[in-house]
């Protein structure tokens, strides 16, 4: 049971920039990392005269992401704007949706393979699109001095997700994020790379403290700035101890004191308070006249259905128990993505033992990827060659450590088969005569390790395997152990 | 409904306008007398009346997701009021 | 030859006869301009050189043989809220004062592609928001019928530039009678079609639902021949309508024999009708009645609250198209004065930005302007949306809806285009619900999209013109414009501008 003197409360509004090559409204690209100021036009520049056309792609990509959560997908939905005055946001209005989302009341079930929490289900209150403001630079150092605006990014499409408060803990929203990651990246509607900004998440949270058998509710405040998974469990563990303190000094409930935004400042660990309003802003949202609605069909939807693919919380099942892998195992492989998920049972298909090559994949050719930086397609280890590297070892053809050479030698000639390795590193399997003669010369000139066995210790034979190595390169260490075990077995 | 002063300040604010006293007090007495025409309205039935945003009803006006030429910075920096090589400039966004 | 009183077509023919050429034609208007403008203060900004180069290119084509459209050669004036990259876009604002688009308006490509040379942008009251011409920040224009008095607006410049002989053709916008208003006042033509013919494409909005580009002319025939270069779907614009663009101009050689005329009976009943109007009115009927019209009266019951709905409307529209304007991006920025303000947690309301802002918007619009931001921002903010913005939406469907059933019985409806002929300057400017009554007969053909056409139906007994107006059905453009070009073939009209001295 938890011991902590409240409950925390989290709900989460995450914006996901969709995969599109030009933004919501006009034809500009969207590719990051240009130039200031390079990718615009009149539209996402607000210039006068200028109107806007929405783009098919974005209402693809948003059907299916509402879609894989779970979404009822609006038949009728419509474009709103909302009204601030910003500098990134040359229109004054951002063009969003209001009261008629394109996406509402899905789901994403969450769990954790290690089992820090139990399975939950984290509703959905809906899913919008809308277009990304522009990027303000602001000099900290010089204080004052003045804001520098680039608008690439304005008019980028954004899916803004918004859950309800069903999150309870740090790791859980860390985990809801992982996973709600994991499968925009199964459907390819986002990049949702953080560091780009392509996924963004903003937190609510407040507390629920029993007070003398009633629940006290803490104000409400919104975390912003979340800008790695991270610094999500990170924040939360800090604003819920800060709002705990804030309350034993104060006392303040909901509703006795507005709603704070505070920034997290990553460097330092702490939220920082950003702003905090008596009313709240008043954004005057009403219907675009510049843009007409969209309406979706049954059909057009059930169309959309059958593109989605296989995703991942169904694939982590099937990976238990078509192939009897661990569930953490299936995790690992799981949450690399459609690419490994592919290698895996391409690799299986071509003859591998599914155990055998999926410890393979995580300890080998994944410690590989991470050291290199590499792609699977970069690497040039095909599923093939992996499915003839494991049945090897599988069979005791070749032990593990011959495995990891000749895999070595592979990456180095990417055309060697696992055969044509085994010929160039001149391994030859050893005949259990030879391994015989070997074995015997080993126990003889090591009679304290003979002695020890006898002793009941059974490990002490693991000692000779290395002079076993030293005398005879192709030895199978584990042969050789049973042999040895033969011999003295047989002897007494 | 009637309108005011604090309305009028409220309003202008959300507006970015910074009203003069002597614009306050004419802005005040034309708001009245205009919410005051407006609220003619008031007295039409419009249960079960669907609310009318556009002229002419179309709905799925969509652009195909290919990248079209835009304007050069130069053309995009050109009528701003003040820029730097790169990027439009305003003044400090924080106080 | 005076080609002051001459039609578009005329001058067409003219053209392509090799009578005269382009650049003659533009070096008249421009004369005429430089004598006659600076009483009437039609134009904001005219560039002779631009002019006399597009007439020369003209007049390459034609004697290289090329063949060209019928309005090839035949300059034109434009309202000074399209943009164009050639001359200045100021909306009549200081805030427009010398602002270059970067982009053409899609209606100025297309008289680009139809070879009209262009004699300057006109003047207009402030973002097109009045009916007098008062409010632009580049001065007043003046009726050439009484240059005491408005041409009315907000296509004020361009109906008062047609109305002295300054131009053969022009370009306004109309989003509550803005086009069709000042055609009254000055004795002109004035089209504006169902939302969506024309697009709005570099259009600065005002009301983005009730907006509509359309042509001003001396004729009927002269309005259909710019609908056939101005109309037609634009991919740009998400409002422009998809249907096929018809032969505006040749559909006026086959009018309808018999079609039925409906005239509203909250119009012509109206006690604030000027008489004299309602008798013009009705000598236009029986005229149609020759035309092959049947005459009957109908009834628009929600016409009472016309102008209260689109008072709620554009506003709520206009609050927003201009939030834009605030000296971030282009356009006029405020001098900083004030020593910024340090300390506060809050970015959203004082800091070095929203000074800025609050002094740019304060001084860079004029005060009807202001006004009606103001109003928007109101009826939009939170505890009044439902009262008014909303309420208004849906009045604005039994606005449709009145329409739709009068047009179940009739082809056409014809009343005035205004209570009342030109009004003097200075008039109505310190009473915005006096200035909004102008608009009383116009304002729903925008809310419900119709096309609606105003044209002159004679002079009041102290010589100032009357307009009449003829609205059909949605799509009905070229309906309407057929009765009224028969209309002037039977009363054999002919152009006449006002002498101006
Ligand atoms: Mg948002
Ligand atoms: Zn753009």
Redesign the interface.
Known sequence: MNASPYTLIIGLEVHVQLKTNTKLFCRCSTLFGQPPNTQVC?VC??????????NRRAIELAVRTGLALQCDIAPFTKWD?K???Y?DL????QTSQFDLPICSRGFLDIRDSKGAFEPKRVRLIRAHLEEDAGKSMHDESQG?AD?R?D?NRAGTPLLEIVTEPDIRSPQEAKVFLTDLRLLLLYLDVSDCNMQEGSLRADANVNLHIPVDGKMVATPITEIKNLNSFRAVERALVYESARQYDQWKRDGIALGGRPKQTRGWDDAQGVTI?????EES??Y???PC????PVTLSKSELDSAKETLGELPAAIRARLVTQYDLKEYDSDVIVSQGRELVEYFEQAVVAGAPPKRASSWIQQDILRLLNERQQSLTDLGFSAVRLAELTKAIESGSIDTTRGKEIFARMLEDKNLTVAAAIEALGIKSVGDDELMELCRQLLAENQKAVSEYKGGNAKALGALIGQAKKKNPNADPRRVQELCKQILDSSS | ?S?SST??Q??????????SET?LES?SV??K???E??????G?D?SG????????E?TN?L?DDQVRNG?SRE??L?????HDEEC?R?????? | MDWCATSAAELSRQLSNRAISAVELAKYFLNRISLLDPKVQAFISVSEELTLKQAAEVDKLRMSGESLGPLAGVPVAVKDL??TTDLP?T?GSKF?KG?????D?TVVTSMRRSHMPWLGKTNLDEFAMGGSTETSFYGITRNPWDLQRTPGGSSGGSAACLAAGLAPLSLGTDTGGSIRQPAAFCGVSGFKP???RIS??????F????DQIGPMAHTVEDLALAMDVLAGHD?????S??HEKPAFAASLLEPRKSFRVGVVREQIEDAGLDSEIRQAVEKTLEVLKDCGAEICEVSLP?S??W???Y??IAP??A??N????????????AE?TVA????????????????????T??EG?G?EV??R???G??????G??D????????????I?QDFDKAFEQVDLLVGPTTPTTAFRIGEKLND??QM?LGDLYTVGA????LPALSIPCGHSSSGLPIGVQFQGR?LDDCFVLQVGHKYQQAINWKPMPASVI
């Open positions: 009149p520049l607000g210039l006068p005269g200028a109107l806007p056309v929405l704007r009204n601030y005055f500098p040359p229109k004054g209005y004052k804001s605006i608008l308070l950003q702003r905090e309003k802003s008043d005057r949202y009403f006249p510049d843009l007409v | 409904m309108i309305d009028i409220r309003v202008a604010h959300l507006a970015r306008l910074q009203l614009e802005y034309q708001m007398a205009i919410v025409f407006v609220d003619q309205l008031q039409v419009t009346v669907e609310p009318m945003v556009h002229a002419i179309l006006v652009a304007l053309q995009a050109a009528n701003s009021p003040d439009f305003v003044p400090a966004v924080l106080g | 399209l943009c876009t909306c427009g602002y270059m688009s970067p982009y308006a169902t939302y969506g709005r494409y570099g259009l600065v909005a009301a983005s639902s009730l991919h740009r614009d998400s409002t309508l998809p929600h009472k609250v102008v209260p709905t008072y709620v709520c529209e609050s927003s201009l939030s834009r304007f605030d000296g971030a991006h282009f356009g006029f920025r900083a910024p303000k340090g300390g506060s947690a809050d970015a959203g309301d004082s800091s070095p930005l929203v000074d800025m802002y609050c002094r918007r304060s619009f005060a202001k006004r931001i103001m109003l921002t109101y009826a939009l903010s939170a009044y949306y009262a008014y913005y909303l309420k208004a939406l849906k009045v604005r469907r039994l449709r915005p619900v909004y925008n809310l419900a999209g949605p």
